[in-house]
């Protein structure tokens, strides 16, 4: 099956700081990634879509200009959190729709965000 | 918006033995797709078996098949002859055409030894 992968898949940083986090569709083309949070034992919350060609758009809640999406090609979107703080350490998963039927999505493996 | 609801945080199985995940959805889409997501330990989201709301058949892959009552919007998961593999957190989720997944709560399966 089609394969998504994230970097990196754990990282740690200092608040104030910038993250950036790498969604590449490895074996297929996407158009259309989207990006999750989720914090430990609960389930995945809906940030954004990100958009080939075109701005991101984000879910109700979710701040703009702290979480910038940017879908450089057809294979990579980037999540870089800004400005980080201790309340943004999470869980961030891409995923990509297959481009066939069902609206299947392939996940990435996930990156484990620590902002200290 | 779609919301979709398991009421079961957590569910405990002995090995070799059937459980039973409920989910329930809301939405007013005539055409939409319905899935189980497992997700082990290790956190990577794997697929555990989809249905397309035309279809009348419920979905069956080996040992986990769904029960989808179409007009009582439910969706539920049957794992038969669990396997300690099984222990992991299952969520179901909903798609209508713009891709977008809507996610439950998940359910905790711990299957015990």
């Known amino acids: 099956g089609a394969v998504v992968s994230q970097h990196p898949s754990w990282v740690i940083c200092k608040s104030g700081t910038s993250v950036k986090i790498e969604c590449r569709s490895l074996d297929f083309q996407a158009t259309t990634m989207f990006w999750y949070r989720q914090f430990p034992k609960q389930s995945l919350m809906l940030m954004a879509t990100s958009n080939e060609g075109s701005k991101a758009t984000y879910e109700q809640g979710v701040e703009k200009d702290k979480f910038l999406i940017n879908h450089a090609s057809l294979t990579l979107s980037t999540l870089t959190v800004t400005s980080a703080h201790p309340e943004d350490s999470s869980f961030y998963i891409c995923?990509?729709?297959?481009?066939?039927?069902?609206?299947?999505?392939?996940f990435g493996p996930g990156t484990r965000l620590t902002v200290l | 918006a779609q919301t979709v609801t398991q009421s079961q945080p957590e569910m405990s199985v002995q090995e070799a033995e059937t459980v039973t995940l409920s989910c329930t959805y809301d939405?007013?889409?005539?055409?939409?797709?319905l899935f189980w997501y497992k997700q082990p330990p290790s956190r990577q989201m794997i697929l555990v078996i989809r249905q397309e709301a035309y279809k009348q058949q419920n979905a069956t892959e080996n040992r986990f098949s769904v029960n989808f009552q179409k007009a009582a919007k439910s969706f539920s998961l049957k794992i038969s002859d669990s396997q300690l593999g099984d222990t992991a957190m299952y969520f179901c989720a909903f798609s209508a055409n713009d891709y977008k997944l809507s996610f439950g709560a998940g359910t905790t399966v711990t299957v015990r030894a």
């Open positions: 995923s990509a729709p297959n481009g066939r039927a069902y609206n299947e999505q392939f």
């Open positions: 939405t007013s889409e005539s055409n939409y797709y």
